[in-house]
C-alpha cells in the first residue's frame, strides 16, 4: 500500500482548514475558543446569557450575536445564512442547514417549526451546497406526548390528535424533501423518547427510502444498546425493501441520561467508558461501509481518529470518495482541520449549521460551549490549531 493510501488526508495542515479565515478572523477565534476553554466561566456565562436573554437586554443579544453565534451559527435567518454558506461551498464544504430554535410547545410553534423545514427544504433545493435539512421530533410535538407514546400510556382524544398531527407534519417534510431531491436527517434526543422517534423515522423511511435515502435517522454510539439496534435496523430494511439512512454521532446528552437513571433507579443506557463509545462507533463506522450500497451513512463526529479511519477505508476498498452514500459532517465553527482537508482530498464534507433568531437559539449555543469546555478537551483541540495556524502566519 502507498504512503499515499495509507494516510489520505492530513487533518494538521492549518494552512487548508483555515484557508478561508482573514487574520482579523483568526485572532477573534483564537480569543472565543480560548475564553470557553475556562469551565468555569462557561458555566457562569451560560446562566448569566440566559437570565439575560429572557430579560430581552438588548446589549446582551448584540455581544452573544457578535460572538458565540456569529462562530457557531450561519445567521439569523436563511437569507442570513447565505454568505456564510457560500463561503464554505468555495472550499468545496457543503452545508446541512438546522433551524436552531427550541423549546416550543404549542401546535402553533409546531406549524411554525414545520414551515422553517419546507423553507429550508426549498432553499437547498435550488443549492447545490445545500443537500440536507434537519428536522427535530420534539420541535414539531410535545416532549410529553413522546414519553407517554414510549411508555404506552393510555392517550386521551387530545394526544391522539397531536400524534396524528406530527406524523402530518413530518410526512409533509418528508414528502416535501423527497420530491425536492433534499435529504432529511431526523435528531436523535434523549433516550425516554427515541423509542418513540425511532417508530416515527422507521415509518418515514419505509416510505421515502425506496429509490435512494431521503429519511436518515441518528444513532448515538454512547448508548450501549445502539449497535444491536443499528444492525437490527439493517435488517428490518433488507427484509421490507427500504434503503436505510443513518447518521453516526457519539452523543449529546451524557450527562442527563446518567442522571436521570441514578435519580429513578434504572440501569444507565450510557456506554461504562470513553473506548467502548469509540469502539461501538467504529465498529458501526464498519458495518455502514461494508453495507454502503443499501445504507447512506454520515459519520458526524469531530473525533479525528474516527474520521481518518473511515477516509483510509474508502482508499483501501477503492470506493469512490464521492459516493453519495459516504458522507463527513462537522458542526459549523469547529473541527475545521477536519472537514476542510477532508474536502480538499475529495471527500463528501458538510457543515451542520444551525440559524434562527439569537434568542431562540441560545440553548443550543450553550450546549455547545458546556458540552465542549475544557472537560471534553474539544475547546482546548480547537484553541491550539488556530493557534498553531497564527503562528505559521507570524500572527502571535
Not at 43 to 69: D, H, N, Y
Not at 200 to 217: A, C, I, S
Request: glycine share 4%; charged share 25%.
Amino acid at each position: 500500500m502507498s504512503d499515499t493510501k495509507s494516510i489520505p488526508v492530513d487533518f494538521s495542515n492549518t494552512k487548508v482548514a483555515f484557508a478561508s479565515k482573514s487574520d482579523s478572523e483568526l485572532k477573534k477565534a483564537s480569543w472565543l475558543f480560548a475564553t470557553m476553554n475556562q469551565n468555569w466561566l462557561v458555566q457562569v456565562g451560560s446562566k448569566l446569557s440566559l437570565a439575560a436573554i429572557k430579560m430581552r437586554l438588548p446589549l446582551v443579544e448584540t455581544i452573544v450575536k457578535s460572538t458565540i453565534f456569529e462562530q457557531f451559527c450561519g445567521g439569523t435567518t436563511l437569507l442570513e445564512s447565505e454568505e456564510s454558506i457560500a463561503k464554505l461551498y468555495e472550499s468545496k464544504v457543503q452545508t446541512i442547514l438546522d433551524y436552531g430554535a427550541e423549546a416550543k410547545d404549542t401546535e402553533q410553534d409546531f406549524n411554525q417549526t414545520m414551515n422553517e423545514n419546507m423553507r429550508a427544504i426549498d432553499f437547498a433545493m435550488t443549492n447545490a451546497s445545500s443537500p440536507v435539512v434537519v428536522s427535530k421530533i420534539s420541535g414539531l410535538t410535545h416532549f410529553d406526548l413522546l414519553q407517554k407514546i414510549q411508555n404506552s400510556d393510555t392517550l386521551s382524544k387530545e394526544d391522539v390528535r397531536s400524534y396524528r398531527n406530527l406524523l402530518k407534519r413530518i410526512d409533509a417534510i418528508c414528502h416535501r424533501a423527497s420530491e425536492k431531491g433534499v435529504g432529511i436527517f431526523i435528531d436523535a434526543e434523549e433516550s425516554w423518547i427515541q423509542d418513540a422517534i425511532d417508530h416515527v423515522v422507521y415509518l418515514m423511511m419505509r416510505r421515502y427510502n425506496k429509490e435512494k435515502v431521503v429519511v436518515y435517522n441518528t444513532f448515538q454510539m454512547y448508548r450501549h444498546d445502539r449497535l444491536q439496534f443499528l444492525i437490527d435496523s439493517f435488517n428490518k430494511a433488507q427484509k421490507e425493501g427500504y434503503l436505510l439512512g443513518v447518521k453516526l454521532v457519539r452523543g449529546a446528552y451524557m450527562e442527563k441520561e446518567r442522571a436521570r437513571a441514578e435519580k429513578m433507579g434504572y440501569p444507565s443506557p450510557i456506554q461504562p467508558s470513553k473506548a467502548a463509545t469509540d469502539d461501538a462507533y467504529n465498529t458501526a463506522l464498519k458495518f455502514c461501509l461494508d453495507n454502503y450500497k443499501q445504507i447512506g451513512f454520515c459519520n458526524a463526529t469531530h473525533n479525528a481518529e474516527s474520521s481518518m479511519l473511515l477516509a483510509k477505508l474508502i482508499a483501501e476498498k477503492n470506493i469512490p470518495k464521492d459516493h453519495p452514500h459516504l458522507n463527513f459532517c462537522q458542526l459549523y465553527g469547529m473541527s475545521d482541520n477536519i472537514s476542510f482537508n477532508l474536502a480538499d482530498a475529495g471527500y463528501n464534507v458538510a457543515k451542520y449549521m444551525p440559524y434562527g433568531a439569537v434568542r431562540e437559539v441560545i440553548p443550543y449555543l450553550i450546549r455547545r460551549a458546556q458540552e465542549n469546555s475544557s472537560v471534553s478537551g474539544d475547546m482546548s483541540r480547537e484553541y491550539d490549531m488556530i493557534n498553531k495556524e497564527m503562528e505559521r502566519r507570524n500572527l502571535n
